[in-house]
């Protein structure tokens, strides 16, 4: 609707138009649809429900109060807790497990008052030491003595000390015809680092760690070695160890 008015004839007429701006345009439908699909989205993935009191159990019984109306004008006022019983300490206790745990013994206190009596020194400290030999044996002091038949020891460490010798390799004259061994002695040390085949119980390997200063004992040990039988082990392998042979020479092997 254009409407003119000319209120003077020597003024000019100005005409201007512009659009009427309606509420109801297609942006404004637009934008009102999406804001109520995301409200309605929402109230059907998110439900909200009122808080329940009644479902919660309290711990304690419930209180009630008595009251007298000529008590209360009189200026006293009693309070009585009847219901299940009074709250004690053990209503707030957990309950026991299922099934309960054994009561541990605790050892009974003893409180002794009667100390022994301290014993006096029978041997006195001011003493001359040629006057208390009697206290002393000529055989601590002297080094011990071997026992006869036992010239060759021989020992295994290592993996090896949880497997039985069945023979040490030296029993038999003829590994020490040529050795005089008496019963007054020295004894002398060979290691080697060895290795045992467990289905045979022999040694296919060994090292020496250090040479001894008689060569015949070195070639004594080899042969000791040689003849060294372990017990055998079907499900075994290969066991590796140390092996020490304690030779005892007498005073003119020396």
């Known amino acids: ?110 409180r002794e008052l009667a100390y022994p009596r301290e014993k006096t020194v029978k041997r006195n400290p001011f003493q001359h030491m040629e006057e208390n030999l009697d206290y002393l044996t000529l055989e601590n002091l002297s080094p011990p003595q071997p026992k006869k038949g036992r010239r060759i020891k021989v020992s295994a460490f290592g993996n090896l000390s949880n497997k039985e010798i069945v023979a040490e390799g030296w029993e038999g004259k003829k590994l020490f015809r040529r050795h005089a061994f008496e019963e007054r002695n020295t004894q002398y040390l060979a290691t080697y680092d060895v290795k045992v085949e467990d289905r045979t119980g022999k040694i296919f390997w060994h090292q020496q760690h250090e040479p001894l200063e008689k060569k015949k004992l070195n070639v004594l040990a080899e042969k000791v070695l040689e003849n060294l039988l372990f017990d055998r082990d079907p499900n075994g392998f290969i066991s590796e160890g140390q092996i020490e042979i304690v030779f005892t020479i007498s005073e003119q092997e020396r």
């Open 1 to 110: 609707m254009l409407k003119l008015e000319k209120k003077s004839d020597n003024r000019p007429v100005n005409v201007k138009m512009r659009m009427n701006s309606r509420i109801c345009t297609p942006t404004f439908l637009r934008a009102l649809a999406i804001a109520v699909g995301i409200h309605l989205m929402g109230y059907l993935i998110f439900h909200v429900k009122p808080f329940n009191v009644g479902s919660f159990e309290t711990i304690f019984p419930p209180v009630q109060v008595n009251i007298d109306m000529q008590q209360m004008l009189n200026g006293g006022v009693l309070a009585n807790l009847e219901g299940e019983g009074q709250s004690t300490a053990a209503i707030l206790e957990p309950k026991s497990s299922v099934p309960t745990i054994p009561l541990l013994s605790t050892p009974e206190m003893k």
